[in-house]
């Protein structure tokens, strides 16, 4: 196994080079994923937006000019054709958490006031000025555990999405199910529906890789709501196993690669990828 260091060059390591609308789902790093990515997509030129379909903390690393703070289109074209020198083509979009849940007047997401950005409305999420743009999106939420089950609803993919990535956080591995598993109330229901779920599973279970294995390929879970997207599996939090459990995860890798996923094991941490 051998771990390759990546600097503003991730993309194309995960296939994504011609991805232009791409939702992330599930757990573990869903939000650094997609601002890593963010910033290298931005890095290379490609006027960026960073958004969600749920709520996200905000980018605390942009400045208030990057934030679209009204569903303006003029704002958002004044983003990527005003940029200051030195400064990346990366904008984020929502409306603050605290002023959709209280109706009250939008505050500046710089703001204390406004620590999350939630989803803005579907009619203006179908409007793009930029056909060359890069919109990155969390399309759910896990409560910063590192592995999830959808609920009714869930996910929701920004429209046209081209690919959705699932995002597992390795620190899963080796613990009980109930503790790591955001909706593991939900278990029940997937192992009587889905036959990628054994029966008899219990939400005191250990986390192990079969157990991921399975829920990668459950329309239930990771799965739920693909259709015609490329989808891609990110293994997360790889910094954080010993060479046993790597080696485990490289085998529940290859065992992927084989049902047509494309699977990768990362550290968005420590900027690597296991090749």
Not at 45 to 57: A, R, S, V
Not at 69 to 75: A, H, R, S, Y
Not at 155 to 183: A, W
Request: proline share 5%.
């Amino acid at each position: 196994m051998n771990k390759y260091f990546f600097n503003h060059d991730l993309s194309p390591l995960l296939g994504l080079a011609d991805s232009q609308i791409i939702t992330f789902i599930g757990g573990g790093g869903k939000t650094s994923l997609m601002n890593t990515l963010g910033k290298e997509f931005a890095s290379h030129g490609y006027p960026t937006l960073l958004t969600t379909t749920t709520h996200i903390m905000k980018p605390d690393f942009l400045s208030d000019e990057s934030y679209i703070e009204n569903e303006d289109l003029g704002q958002l074209a004044n983003i990527f054709t005003n940029l200051k020198k030195n400064t990346l083509p990366l904008a984020a979009l929502g409306i603050p958490e605290k002023v959709v849940n209280s109706n009250v007047k939008w505050r500046s997401p710089s703001s204390d006031f406004c620590e999350k950005i939630a989803e803005f409305s579907k009619k203006f999420s179908t409007k793009n000025p930029y056909k060359f743009l890069k919109i990155l999106c969390e399309g759910d939420g896990s409560k910063r555990l590192p592995i999830k089950l959808p609920k009714d609803g869930e996910p929701v993919f920004f429209p046209k999405t081209d690919t959705v990535i699932g995002v597992i956080g390795l620190s899963c591995l080796g613990k009980p199910i109930k503790e790591t598993l955001f909706r593991y109330e939900l278990l029940p229901n997937l192992t009587s529906l889905d036959n990628y779920f054994i029966k008899s599973l219990q939400s005191t279970d250990i986390v192990t890789t079969d157990f991921l294995y399975r829920l990668c390929l459950s329309e239930k879970g990771l799965r739920k709501n693909i259709t015609s997207q490329k989808f891609c599996i990110i293994f997360n939090q790889a910094d954080i196993l010993d060479e046993k459990a790597l080696a485990e995860v490289i085998t529940l890798r290859n065992q992927l690669q084989t049902k047509g996923i494309c699977p990768h094991i990362i550290s968005v941490k420590n900027n690597y990828i296991i090749n």
